[in-house]
């Protein structure tokens, strides 16, 4: 009773990227008014990146100007750098989420700086910031690198120390990058940052690639994170890994927080219905269980003896 | 450190019940010899019950005279009545698992008596167990019903009241049947069962259906449960609902419990390639994400910014 988390929707950032053939800007639209319409109040609705290096996205100005006036939406988007992410409020952009790794190889990969640049960029644009703007700091590969495998939870503490103070408002968010964290460490490092900084909003997102999305999101609520971010159908699969699915589903969370009576505002059949949609994109990689099980839990099992 | 869980393979009966096709004897015997060669040591291997109502099973006393010998294997068998249970005995049987129902009309749709004749049948299964040989007893529907919903788990508890005594040495399995608990709920019924009967152990048999399989089994095992039950693949899934995925993946667990540090006795490697053979039955429907994600692992993802 009384307990709320806010789930944020990354679908048509993290979850579109990925995905191969080019969907239409108008399909992007409104993929985000039905998402704002089943409850969803805010959207990562795109992100601020080279166009050639990701074509996918190159459109997020036009999404941002005609999804932006949505009502009570928080229009979120992802910005690697300084300078996207002055170009991103130039577009009009009034919540940035600025993102830098943890491991260094990983942003090497991602956003072609070494981390200290990036967090010299952070402060840079974090100066910049005008009023009535917001920020997020993801830290990617916050628990386990692609390249340098387990991040050792101190160094993202570390970076916690040098960054929090930078922008003492700006909601911090634990990205499990690869999926590959579990339970236990999730805790264990959520724990630990909301006990150094009391006065930061936490937030985390999961990757459901091994299986442990739901099971990584309840152990952060668990330790008292009340942010998660998620992807409408689990959309996010790496398109270089068939088959490996990516974000934890925004239904299957919306569904678990609903079966032990936390509020997220979400309608989940509204959402529900939204997802059968978007796991049908032409080349999407669709990951989470509940639509199918809500599909069939009229359909009773048989005879069997079943436990 | 030293932490360990044992993990009870129960494809062989729960997974390939619901399989239309029929799977070879043949076929059934090799899969539980790898199993245990990959480091299951108790599978249930199969069923007692009428062949007509489930002849997927009907080969069950041969699968079990061909694997019941294998060295350091507990070849557990599944029976829904007294009468199912000194068949079993007679076959050769050595770990019973009795299964009843928490909730009635789960109980008679599945075993075809009310929950109080079972419980009589249990007591008089007990009173003929000859010595050497064990029992579990497997509630079905302790947290929710297909028919019913919610279970109260004062429900639970109060036919764990009447049923513990009877077979003071049974282990005791609390089934998530329908995959609709949340981990909440699983941690407060696991927590209060334990302190309820400290002297007995304990298993959780979570399905997926929902999403929560990982997280269930997380929440239980924070609070002290240490016998899982888990199917390979993710068998199991319901005939009559399509896309539906059944109970949590062997290998999944395995995986879960690995990262954190909790010894399974599993070799993962040689489990995922028994899931991607199991996967791939005629007529398997297959959950879990572990497979693909290990088959993807080393592909990574490309220069688009990720988090």
């Known amino acids: 009773m009384g307990q709320a988390v806010e789930i944020v929707e990354v679908g048509p950032r993290d979850g579109l990227q990925g995905i191969g053939p080019f969907v239409p800007t108008a ?96 402060r840079r644009l974090a100066a910049a910031l005008p009023a009535g703007t917001r920020m997020r700091l993801n830290l990617a590969t916050a628990f386990d690198c692609p390249f340098a495998g387990r991040v050792d939870p101190a160094a993202t503490l570390a ?61 952060a609520f668990e330790r008292g994170i009340r942010v998660f971010d998620a992807s409408v159908a689990g959309l996010g699969g790496c398109p270089f890994a068939p088959g490996a699915t990516g974000n934890v589903a925004t239904e299957d969370l919306a569904w678990m927080f609903a079966r032990r009576g936390v509020q997220t505002g979400i309608a989940l059949e509204r959402l529900v219905a939204v997802a059968r949609d978007a796991a049908a994109l032409p080349g999407a990689t669709a990951g989470g269980r509940v639509r199918d099980a809500l599909a069939a839990a009229d359909r009773l099992c048989g005879a069997a003896p079943t436990v």
Do not use: M
């Not at 300084?82 to 409020?89: C, D, F, I, Y």
């Open 159 to 219: 970076l916690l120390d040098r960054l929090v103070p930078v922008l003492p408002g700006a909601e911090v968010c634990l990205c499990d990058t690869t999926g590959r964290a579990d339970p236990d460490g999730v805790a264990t490092l959520s724990a630990a940052a909301l006990a150094r900084f009391p006065g930061t909003r936490f937030a985390f997102h999961a990757h459901d690639t091994y299986g442990l999305g739901t099971a990584n999101v309840h152990a």
């Open 27 to 122: 399909t992007k639209i409104a993929l985000v008014e039905r998402l704002h319409a089943a409850g969803l109040a805010r959207i990562e609705i795109g992100s601020f990146v080279s166009a050639a290096a990701l074509p996918q996205l190159g459109d997020t100005p036009e999404v941002l100007r005609r999804c932006g006036g949505l009502p009570g939406l928080v229009a979120q988007v992802l910005v690697p750098t300084e300078r996207r992410g002055r170009e991103a409020l130039a577009a009009g952009a009034r919540f940035l989420a600025y993102v830098l790794s943890v491991s260094e190889p990983h942003n090497r990969s991602n956003v072609r700086r070494s981390p200290d640049e990036s967090a010299e960029d952070y």
